[in-house]
T-cell receptor, first 109, second 117 residues
Framework: GEDVEQSLFLSVREGDSSVINCTYT??????LYWYKQEPGAGLQLLTY?????DMKQDQRLTVLLNKKDKHLSLRIADTQTGDSAIYFC?????????FGQGTTLQVKP | KAGVTQTPRYLIKTRGQQVTLSCSPI?????VSWYQQTPGQGLQFLFE???????NKGNFPGRFSGRQFSNSRSEMNVSTLELGDSALYLC????????????????FGPGTRLTVL
């Protein structure tokens, strides 16, 4: 079935690393995505990873994919207060995005 | 390049009424997808239009419909509104849309906040 699960809340101190985890159920997904949503705004694509990759790094963002366990994570290095937002992982499946419930990241100064 | 615009940004309707929401994609983008975001159900796919044709559809009742015009602008309509239709409706545009073996960056608009009383 189509299901994506995320933990709902993460709190970190400014300057620490944040790790947001996600699991998905459909192994036929070829692309997996991370989106960010700030209050009152739409979704912003942060990064994506192709399913035959284990890792992708993009500046402060590192995505790790364990396809065997269907586990995806997003690591944000040197987390800043401006990173406070809701983060969604999503799998691309049959022409649409299936989203997790979103993880609220709170960054304390 | 202008981003995705959605109008109106906020809307208040009563049960039983109908509503039309509009989405103008980024210039040159031919695919428009619609999503509903609620606190309880999260983000759910409604439908996708490409070149004026509905190409994909989510699991929503027939009260939810849409269309796309030749300039790629899209509208979605909800008839006989119910309280549970209160949500943020997001539209996303991309060049050609997603496919199983192809990605395509989807750019989301700010959404239309619909409140049904």
């Amino acid at each position: 079935g189509e299901d994506v699960e995320q933990s709902l809340f993460l709190s970190v101190r400014e300057g620490d690393s944040s790790v947001i985890n996600c699991t998905y159920t459909d192994s036929s997904s070829t692309y997996l995505y991370w989106y960010k949503q700030e209050p009152g705004a739409g979704l912003q694509l942060l990064t994506y990873i192709f399913s035959n990759m284990d890792m992708k790094q993009d500046q402060r963002l590192t995505v790790l994919l364990n396809k065997k366990d269907k586990h995806l994570s997003l690591r944000i290095a040197d987390t800043q207060t401006g990173d406070s937002a809701i983060y969604f992982c999503a799998e691309g499946l049959r022409g649409k995005l299936i989203f997790g419930q979103g993880t609220t990241l709170q960054v304390k100064p | 390049k202008a981003g995705v615009t959605q109008t109106p940004r906020y809307l208040i309707k009563t049960r039983g009424q109908q509503v039309t929401l509009s989405c103008s994609p980024i210039s040159g983008h031919r695919s428009v997808s619609w999503y509903q975001q609620t606190p309880g159900q999260g983000l759910q796919f409604l439908f996708e239009y490409f070149s004026e044709t509905q190409r994909n559809k989510g699991n929503f009742p027939g009260r939810f419909s849409g269309r796309q015009f030749s300039n790629s602008r899209s509208e979605m309509n909800v008839s006989t509104l119910e309280l549970g239709d209160s949500a943020l409706y997001l539209c996303a545009s991309s060049l050609v849309g997603l496919a199983d073996r192809r990605t395509d960056t989807q750019y989301f608009g700010p959404g239309t906040r619909l409140t049904v009383l």
